[in-house]
């Protein structure tokens, strides 16, 4: 059986390893890693036949690409919006470390052409999802970086989700045919939280990631007192990409929808 979750641990070059295509989690059908950049260090991306995109996850960095350039900063998750660099297959990008930093690099096979972007936190924004069902415990931000309406041509999804403390996301409890996979940080480094997929559970810590087969189940939870971040990447199914209105819920509790929750604020 494939593993559905994981708790690597930076190199000594600064290098984690969450899914390629020939580890245990290649059903994600994507190469995702997180890279440590100390300030002075760079960091080049171009690889063949293949779409990248760059996320800064916290820090100070300079992006470089094709004639462009910016430097841009994000204190952490928590706090800021997220910008991401996205190009197709043939451009290089080059990562300049102006400070203590970390970028999470999502990639996936694509020979399909479109125009480079960098997403600005304006164009992520964050808005909350299910504020007052279920008891408002199930009240999350969500933004979307880039999906099949922003990007057709892309082959992936990334976004973002931050739980409120004690908070679910991922609620009602939801499938899709396409595979994901979520990346975790928290705001305190003891910051714990659950996750599902399908019949299994896995305690979600600092760094951890979950890769999620098509198919299914995969709510999750933070533990009171902790805020959670959640990077969410999928991978388009060729001629089956993931839509917004994708999502089918488990059919044993959408009663939910309709049913009356004391107040749990």
Known sequence: MAKVFGYPVFDENGEKILTTYDNEYSAMNMDIRVYEMKPGTIRRFLRAGEETAVLLLSGRITYEWGREK??????????EGPWCLHVPAGIEITVHAEGESQILVQCTK??????ARLHRPEDAPWGYSS???????????????????IEPA??????????????????????????????????RPE???????????????EG????????ELHPQAVAPGFQMYTCWMIRHIDGNPWLQTDRCEDERYVWMHEAKFGDCD
């Open 70 to 79: 910016q430097t841009v900063s994000r204190m952490d998750v928590f706090t």
């Open 110 to 115: 694509n020979e399909k052409k479109f125009a």
């Open 131 to 149: 504020v007052g069902k279920f008891g408002n415990v199930a009240k999350r931000r969500v933004n979307t970086i880039f999906d099949h309406d």
């Open 154 to 187: 892309s082959n992936m999804v990334l976004g973002e989700v931050l739980n409120d403390r004690g908070n679910w996301s991922g609620y009602l409890p939801h499938r899709h045919p396409q595979p994901e996979t979520y990346y975790f940080l928290f705001d």
């Open 191 to 205: 910051g714990f939280g659950a996750s599902f997929v399908g019949d299994q559970l896995f305690k979600s810590v």
């Open 208 to 215: 951890s990631f979950s890769s999620i087969p098509g198919g």
